[in-house]
């Protein structure tokens, strides 16, 4: 399948699903006619060219296989009061969904739909990031740290949750969408940052992710365009984001920012990413996201590593750590204070990160240590860190960068033993 029609359908299967769940309900129904939609899709598209009209092509073929999945569960189960609950097309009064309108997007009611409050906090984040984001669970599961098994069980136990609820499909109002907000915001932060830094496989960055979570977050700013930490989600994605033209080499080998071409990083996002954030601060009051952005635009705006405010960006992070208890904070800040104070004050505060088994085997940790340590001329100790860091990443470039920087400590180290 051709990657123009691969990023179509991947842009369209939460719309798809969407205008389904909102049609006949069934969410976990809806979603298995809209995979086989989607395969249907793939196959012919490509010999057969795009249709005039993808969407409802797609919603065409979803609703008709919906309508087969659910007579023949009628059937199997035979029983009147499940029958009675199920509506078929010819009895509803609305119109079809595939006669929806043309411009009509469901994926913005579908996101908040899974980030219920009859579902947990884990549930909601695993729901949305498979129903609207398009992860696999395999990604999910690695995102939370827990064994596949255990998030297919998860993820099966949500799409019930819905099913049972009776939830009517809409957009939240009042004091339920305030509540679902934080969850809406922590899984588009999640989609994004899977697609900025992907947890697995061969490529550093999948841009069909990132581009959804901005998508999907510029939606929700739209609905919520006083939300001080809406705009600074949507700031921090387009200020990280921006750099992403400079991340890789040729052969997509990871380039880190220190090293970057800063002329490749693309200042429409950063012209409108520091816009959203100016505005945003004053409002108030300042949350986790809007800090995060305002670290990020300090490192957009500085002509060099070495020219970057990291006294400012020091003093960020640790109004950060006093909202959230994130060990990925804490070591983001030991990084901002070795740049402030020297890598040895850095190293004794990553000696006390380390007793957080929350972080103490993952990679960047070994990363940073990695990279202080040959600051201060440790090069055998260095190379060790890097190789151990290389270790515990999935991702083939981010090992291919590791071993390459262990490599380049290995003539040193030998020179420093004799």
């Known amino acids: 399948m051709g990657r123009e029609v691969e990023d179509l359908l991947r842009g369209l299967a939460p719309q798809v699903l969407g205008a389904l769940v909102r049609r006949y309900g069934h969410f976990a129904t809806a979603e298995d006619a809209t995979q086989e939609a989607l395969l ?89 990031l498979r129903a609207v984001g398009g992860l696999t669970t395999a990604e999910i599961a690695r995102a939370f740290l827990v064994p596949e098994s255990t998030m297919t069980r998860r993820i099966t136990r949500a799409k019930h949750r819905i099913k049972d609820s009776g939830l009517p499909f809409g957009l939240p109002s009042g004091e339920d969408r305030a509540e679902r907000l934080a969850a809406v915001l922590h899984v588009l932060y999640l989609i994004f940052n899977e697609g900025y830094a992907s947890t697995s496989g061969p490529a550093l960055q999948r841009t069909e992710l990132t581009t959804e979570a901005i998508r999907l977050t510029r939606l929700v700013n739209r609905l919520l365009p006083d939300d001080a930490e809406v705009a600074g989600l949507l700031s921090l994605m387009l200020l990280t984001d921006a750099r992403r033209p400079a991340r890789t080499g040729p052969d997509g080998s990871l380039i880190p920012m220190a090293e970057q071409d800063r002329t490749r990083w693309n200042t429409s996002y950063i012209t409108e990413g520091i816009a959203l954030i100016t505005n945003a601060l004053p409002r108030g009051p300042t949350g986790p996201y809007q800090l995060q952005a305002a670290i990020a635009a300090l490192h957009d705006e500085a002509p060099t590593t070495e020219e970057t405010d990291w006294p400012q960006i020091k003093a960020l992070y640790e109004l950060l750590m006093r909202l959230s208890d994130n060990p990925v904070v804490t070591l983001n800040h030991t990084v901002a204070a070795a740049m402030v104070d020297g890598p040895a004050a850095g190293l004794a505060l990553l000696a006390e990160l380390e007793k957080d088994a929350r972080i103490a ?38 090992q291919r960068y590791l071993h390459a920087k262990a490599a380049a400590l290995t003539t040193r180290a030998a020179e420093d033993a004799s």
């Open 40 to 128: 249907a899709a793939a196959l012919q598209w490509p010999e057969q060219g795009l249709p005039d009209n993808p969407r409802g092509w797609l919603i065409t073929v979803a609703a008709r296989r919906l309508t087969d999945l659910l007579r023949s569960e009628q059937a199997r189960q035979q029983r009147e009061d499940a029958v009675s609950r199920w509506t078929l097309p010819d009895q509803w009064l609305a119109p079809a969904a595939d006669r929806a309108a043309a411009d009509s997007d469901d994926t913005l009611i579908l996101l908040f739909m899974c980030c219920h409050s009859s579902l947990s906090p884990a549930a909601q984040i695993a729901l949305t």
């Open 361 to 398: 085997e993952d990679h960047r940790l070994h990363a940073v240590r990695a990279h202080l340590l040959e600051r201060s001329g440790e090069h055998r100790a260095a190379r060790a860190a890097y190789e151990a860091a290389a270790r515990r990443t999935s991702s083939l470039q981010q």
